[in-house]
């Protein structure tokens, strides 16, 4: 039995571009018997397994009506494309596709693009409810209020939609569930003197009730605050193992993620929007000295003059300094976080799949089983082909659908915040999008519009679920049918967005519409840490320019002031 993974040879994500028919993975032919919908995917991430699926239920749907003149039937065609809408802009108009399902794309941009608006009105599509589907809600029934207050634009008698979101875009921790049982890396209930007695000593021993404060369930005996987190990381590497991997060619966009995620859980969820929508009463601000002492300031109402103060929450410098303890300590992560730049996100995925197998089946090897990685919910799905060449390897218990991974509950920064409250809040990152262009001829509206339709339906959100292992963004139930076909991952990850608050930062406010750009998570951390010095990314300031936590979290509120000006 070999003790090496194969190296694989795969085409750079942002290079994919292919078309295909439902099902097919090659240019598939025109059905000139048939009338074409044109749908553009952005597929990193989530693949397009999902839409090869909705697109085959709905032309099944529909194969017996016809839409044109001596035409019976649909047939759907879809371009599978590695960059996003908003970098196509200029030839959206143009060019044949006509539905979009994308993300990294500003909904206001594509409405003032050169003073045209490239979205077509689909307020019915939202706002009807969907009981062709024998569904009493309507698409806008499962969108959460802050989601209507962005999608729905104002101006006339009522709200007009022209795009919807996609699916959710959470960042964190995700760890080996499998290896976590293996050694026992959870809390005691009832512990033992000393640093490692904090942990079980056998199998069937009580854990500690999890970050969600209740006993008996699926996060029992994680870390409830960043100090167990690094008592957790201190006891893997005490039992030889590596606590953490992620990428650093990746590692400016992911560390950003990562510390607004940690953040977002820090503050909660109306602290966070009041930071987005520059309203509300800010509660959590202050400042920190070169020795990490804080000075709390007072509660501050945000107005257009000084929305700056929200950049001094004080949650960012517990991620920052989260971040810069996880740095600054080699034994806890991979060596290659750090050693070199060329750390690819498919390499760590790589290393965190197959590395608790090496040290398995060789142990004489020297490789060290890795804990957890640093990334988006959308791994798992993105690593589905490497997992199956590893079961071909290595037997069917290291297939996807046979291992148990989960996202990481964040921890709180302190006792005292996790006294306040044991719920977790997610930052949705991703600006996902769905939407049919301008432009349409009007005979062919109502097809696309049905399209939509249909694909909002709760049996399609499901599918989407099932085929991902990933959520939506929207409210929607499944099935015990739905959870029996799913992994562990997409099991553990619906329960934590059930018992989650979740952000989607996009807002009706005008400092938000006009400055959409601003609000995207590779500018939440600008920092000015010395006059006339400006850093853009967390890991830049940590790694690359060694700054302190204390350094960089001062910076971020005096860059803010610095150039409030430029929002507007």
Same mark, same amino acid.
């Given at each position: 039995?070999?003790? #090496? ?65 001596? #035409? ?7 371009? !599978? ?35 045209? !608006? ?15 589907? !024998? ?13 209507? =207050? ?11 939609? @022209? &795009? ?10 995700? @760890? ?14 009832? /512990? ?18 999890? /970050? ?11 870390? #409830? ?8 990381? =201190? ?29 977002? =859980?820090?503050?909660?969820? $109306? ?60 034994? @806890? ?13 498919? &390499?760590?995925?790589?290393?965190? +799949? ?26 798992? &799905? $993105? ?7 590893? &079961?071909?390897?290595?037997? $069917? ?10 996202? +990481? /509950?964040? /921890? ?24 049919? #262009? ?49 992994? @562990? ?80």
């Amino acid at each position: 039995m070999k003790t #090496k993974l194969p190296i694989i040879l795969l085409m750079p994500l942002a290079t994919i571009s292919s078309l295909s028919g439902c099902g097919g993975k090659q240019t598939t032919p025109t059905d000139a018997s048939k009338t074409q919908i044109y749908v553009n995917n952005f597929r990193r991430g989530f693949g397009s397994e999902w839409l090869d699926s909705l697109c085959r239920r709905f032309e099944e749907a529909n194969k017996d009506i016809s839409y044109e003149e001596g #035409k019976t039937g649909v047939q759907i065609i879809v371009s !599978n494309i590695g960059s996003p809408a908003d970098s196509r802009m200029g030839s959206i108009l143009g060019n044949r596709d006509e539905v979009y399902f994308t993300e990294q794309s500003y909904y206001f941009d594509f409405q003032t693009y050169n003073g045209v !608006n490239l979205l077509e009105d689909i307020t019915d599509v939202v706002t009807e409810p969907l009981t062709e589907y !024998n569904e009493t809600r309507s698409i806008e029934d499962k969108l959460t209020d802050e989601q209507k =207050d962005f999608y729905g634009v104002k101006g006339g008698a009522t709200p007009r939609y @022209y &795009a919807l979101p996609h699916y959710n875009g959470f960042f964190g921790f995700n @760890y080996d569930v499998d290896l976590f049982d293996k050694y026992g890396f959870y809390f005691a209930e009832t /512990p033992l003197s000393g640093t490692n007695g904090q942990f079980i000593t056998t199998r069937n021993a009580v854990k500690s009730s999890g /970050p969600n404060g209740i006993l008996g369930d699926w996060d029992d005996g994680l870390p #409830k605050t960043y100090d167990q987190f690094y008592q957790l990381c =201190d006891y893997m590497v005490f039992k030889g193992c590596i606590p953490w991997v992620a990428s650093s060619k990746e590692a400016f966009g992911y560390m950003n993620l990562l510390v607004n995620s940690m953040a977002t =859980d820090h503050e909660g969820m $109306e602290q966070m929007f009041n930071k987005f929508k520059n309203s509300g009463t800010m509660t959590d601000l202050g400042e920190v000295d070169d020795s990490g002492n804080i000075t709390k300031l007072p509660a501050t109402e945000l107005t257009k003059e000084n929305g700056y103060m929200a950049y001094k929450m004080l949650g960012q410098y517990h991620a920052l300094k989260f971040l810069k303890t996880l740095h600054d300590n080699p034994n @806890y992560h991979h060596p290659n976080l750090t050693a070199t730049s060329g750390y690819s996100a498919e &390499a760590s995925q790589n290393d965190f +799949l197959r590395s608790r197998i090496f040290n398995e089946k060789n142990p004489s090897s020297g490789t060290k089983p890795i804990g957890m990685i640093s990334e988006g919910i959308w791994w798992e &799905a $993105e690593t589905s082909e490497n997992s199956s060449i590893l &079961a071909d390897q290595y037997g $069917e218990e290291y297939r996807r659908e046979n291992r148990r991974f989960a996202f +990481l /509950p964040f /921890p709180k920064a302190t006792e005292e915040r996790y006294a306040q409250s044991h719920k977790n809040t997610l930052f949705d990152h991703l600006f996902s999008l769905v939407f049919m #262009k301008s432009g349409i001829a009007e005979w062919k509206k109502p097809l696309i519009k049905k399209f939509l339709r249909f694909a909002h339906t709760d049996e399609s959100l499901r599918d989407f679920t099932v085929k991902t292992n990933t959520t939506k963004a929207f409210n929607y139930e499944l099935t015990a049918e739905d959870e029996a076909k799913m992994t @562990y991952y997409g099991k553990t990850l619906v329960q934590l967005k059930k018992e989650s608050d979740v952000l989607y930062p996009g807002n009706s406010s005008s400092i938000y519409i006009n400055n959409a750009s601003k609000f995207h998570y590779n500018e939440f951390f600008f920092t000015e840490p010395s006059k006339g010095k400006t850093v853009q990314y967390a890991w830049d300031g940590i790694h690359d320019q060694n700054l302190s936590a204390e350094k960089y979290f001062t910076g971020i509120g005096t860059y803010r002031q610095n150039n409030w000006a430029d929002f507007h």
